[in-house]
């Protein structure tokens, strides 16, 4: 080890041997980064934990004995610290990773089914940034959670729901305000307490949130359940209306387009921006261009900077944003750098956004009657 330069100390769990090799290899390649220990399974890595007070964990989802959710919910509740989940690119395995999210998880790092000593080693440059990132990560589980929710009606099944329209019984006005949600790291959970405070008749809400395919789904879905908003995965050419919320399907850019009097999703496979696809700046910039002043845009906790320019740029145009502050933000490297960059109207603490948002479209509504 280098004089005087601590590494972040790293706990691997899982009960693949093979997993385990390759994870301790690729970490142990990084800078500042050691692996200090392994565990096949949650008992013993309990003991570890204690022995070797490790600064980050790598988590399998799905363990014998006592499965990773079980374990996290314990870690969590008497020594909450960094954790990342190691998750199978399934749709269990997405439902799994996002309720570990819930549980105060700070990322996830995707497991191949076939062919994993290679396919780990694609990827390595993204487990050690992720792991790097979750060292110096806010860790608050289910600490902002609103303390009051809007009573979410019975709805359809999540089949039926995502992926159609369901305007129903109601004549929506399709050139209102749209929100605009930019988010990565701890997102999941900033936006689904940021959803679970907007009432059923809100705005129009676009989200671009980096997120693979496999889990973008199950994503929706959850936040569907949650919401008094009904939330879809975005699909090509459909209309943005009051009341109804469209993700950003992994592996696919979210843009907003003017149709006549609507507003529409419009769904692109070009190339990644800032290395991601769905990309923030990619959603701002068609903002900006399509909906100016009519938008308000909010950027939330996320590693990196992706969003920062193209928030300016909303804000240039003559729409409200909004950043997440740094006490309340998983990572602040997002919201940090949009604020850097300048274009901000408001820096609020999580909990505070939802009634934010609330204000300013009540406030667009009121003045737009008064022109009249």
């Not at 679970?196 to 929706?220: D, L, W």
């Not at 507003?263 to 990309?279: A, D, E, Q």
């Not at 309340?328 to 934010?356: C, F, H, N, Q």
Request: a neutral charge; glycine letters at 8%.
């Amino acid at each position: 080890m280098e004089m005087g330069v601590s590494k972040t100390k790293v706990l691997i769990i899982d009960d693949s041997a093979l997993i385990r090799q390759m994870l301790t290899k690729i970490i142990n390649s990084a800078h500042g980064l050691e692996v200090v220990g392994t565990a096949a399974d949650p008992y013993i890595a309990r003991n570890k934990i204690k022995r070797l007070n490790p600064d980050v964990l790598t988590l399998d989802v799905e363990m014998p004995r006592m499965d990773g959710l079980a374990f996290l919910s314990n870690l969590m509740r008497l020594r909450p610290m960094p954790v990342v989940m190691v998750s199978a690119l399934t749709q269990k395995g997405a439902d799994i990773t996002l309720q570990a999210l819930e549980l105060g998880a700070v990322d996830f790092i995707s497991k191949p089914q076939i062919d994993i000593a290679q396919t780990f080693e694609s990827y390595s440059e993204e487990i050690i940034s992720k792991i790097r990132t979750a060292a110096g990560a806010n860790v608050h589980p289910g600490k902002f959670l609103p303390e009051t929710t809007f009573k979410v009606a019975p709805k359809y099944s999540a089949d039926v729901i995502i992926g159609h329209d369901q305007a129903r019984h109601r004549h929506f006005k399709t050139t209102e305000k749209i929100i605009a949600i930019g988010a990565s790291t701890g997102g999941t959970e900033a936006i689904k307490v940021l959803l679970m405070q907007m009432p059923p008749n809100a705005p129009g809400i676009v989200i671009s949130q980096h997120i693979p395919a496999t889990f973008s789904y199950s994503f929706a879905v959850r936040m569907n359940q949650l919401s008094a908003m009904t939330v879809y995965e975005a699909e090509d050419d459909k209309a943005i209306l009051p009341g109804h919320v469209y993700i950003a399907p992994g592996d696919y850019h979210l843009l907003v387009e003017r149709s006549g009097s609507r507003y529409i999703c419009r769904l692109n496979k070009g190339n990644p921006v800032n290395r991601h696809r769905p990309s923030v700046d990619v959603l701002f910039r068609s903002i900006a261009q399509n909906v100016g002043p009519n938008a308000i845009g909010v950027i939330l906790t996320g590693m990196g900077d992706d969003g920062a320019r193209g928030l300016k740029e909303m804000h240039e145009a003559g729409a409200v944003t909004v950043a997440q502050d740094e006490r309340t933000s998983v990572v602040w490297g997002m919201p940090g750098e949009a604020i850097k960059r300048g274009g901000i109207d408001y820096v609020l603490p999580l909990p505070e956004i939802a009634d934010k948002l609330i204000f300013l479209c009540q406030k667009s509504t009121a003045h737009s009657h008064n022109k009249r």
